[in-house]
């Protein structure tokens, strides 16, 4: 792997390669996420052209376990408020000799543009594009799903919201076709849900009785306000008589489901307060596994396989 802008073209194998070493990043006794020097000497610049508060700053913190050198460009104040270009700042950051740019763009194939135009040694990973992908994200659920709940084959997963415009679904649902989940549900108002080939297997509700039933992991979207048209925005409140996750509805899925959710969660919109912060809640677990996962990605693509071969026999001794 070069670069890390989707989930396509990916197998079961690396999807388990990727999960095994997050949890070689993980101190069994501590839970502390440990540093190794495994990308020291490289220089990884974080780009989000789009707000985020978890994906950018785990990945500052995966970066520096990994024992690179980080740079976060801020965009608000950068010559691109000047009209310079994205290929144009993108070559410039290059010639400070950049070794990858995570990148966060609110254009779809923004990370693809990016990968396209970088010198050959240099590597790109997609911290979400538009309406795309999300792949680091969906890898850190799956890590979260396999540590709380065991083998992702096993499951039955509900994903609840706004499917149409989430990255975060499209990614979520590649990694557990390939993981081969046991069923992979999508609940939400039709306006809400794209056309799925049935290829995919993945089974569309819109009632959340229906859809909750006997799930063991419950997946929470945000309304993807940003991404609407005001025609097909439902209001808060319609939406959360509708879809939200109240104690009531999650008692549908089995007494023991993990609710999840990527963040930022809307209170009193998709979710209710007494379910994200109550006891089946591991959202913000899925924060903390999400520098590990990082972790594994970035030390995959770019590490030799001597070096990873190397942390393996230090991690099995
Ligand atoms: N899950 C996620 O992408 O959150 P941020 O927008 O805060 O990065």
């Known amino acids: 792997l070069k670069h890390f802008l989707s989930l396509d073209g990916l197998k079961q194998q690396h999807l388990n390669e990727i999960l ?25 610049m974080n780009l989000f052209f789009e707000p985020s508060t978890r994906t950018r700053t785990t990945f500052e913190i995966a970066e520096k376990r990994l024992s690179a050198d980080v740079m976060n460009l801020n965009i608000s104040a950068s010559a691109t ?22 990148v966060r763009h609110a254009e779809s194939g923004a990370a693809h543009f990016f990968a396209e135009h970088v010198a050959p040694h240099v590597h790109v990973l997609n911290a979400g594009d538009g309406q795309h992908a999300h792949p680091t994200q969906a890898m850190l659920d ?5 540590k709380l709940k065991g083998d992702i084959f096993d499951l039955k997963v509900a994903i609840v919201g706004d ?17 081969e989940a046991r069923e992979i549900r999508v609940i939400g108002p039709k306006t809400l849900i794209p056309p799925y080939p049935e290829s995919l297997g993945v089974q569309v509700y819109h009632d959340m009785k229906q859809g909750l039933d006997d799930v ?32 009531e509805r999650l008692s549908y899925a089995k007494p023991n489901a993990i609710v999840m959710h ?31 996962v990082r972790m594994a990605v970035m030390a995959i693509i770019m590490s030799n396989a001597a070096q990873l071969q190397q942390l393996k026999h230090e991690q099995a001794q």
Do not use: C
């Open 20 to 44: 095994d070493l997050a949890e070689s990043f993980i101190n069994p006794q501590t839970n502390e996420i440990k540093k190794v020097p495994l990308l020291r000497g490289k220089t990884i």
């Open 81 to 102: 408020k000047k009209g310079e270009s994205l290929l144009d700042t993108l070559w410039n950051l290059e010639a400070m000799q950049a070794d990858m740019f995570v």
């Open 142 to 146: 799956m890590f979260t799903i396999r």
């Open 163 to 179: 499917i149409l415009h989430s990255r975060v679904a499209r990614s979520q649902i590649q990694a557990l076709s390939l993981l």
């Open 216 to 247: 063991d992991v419950v997946i929470m979207l945000r309304l993807q306000n940003e991404r609407m048209q005001s025609a097909l925005l439902p209001s808060a409140d319609e939406y959360f008589k509708t879809y939200g996750l109240t104690e």
């Open 262 to 292: 990527p963040g930022p969660i809307n209170r009193g919109v998709e979710i209710d307060s007494a379910v994200s912060d109550g006891s089946q809640s591991v959202i913000l677990q899925q924060v903390t596994y999400g520098i590990a």
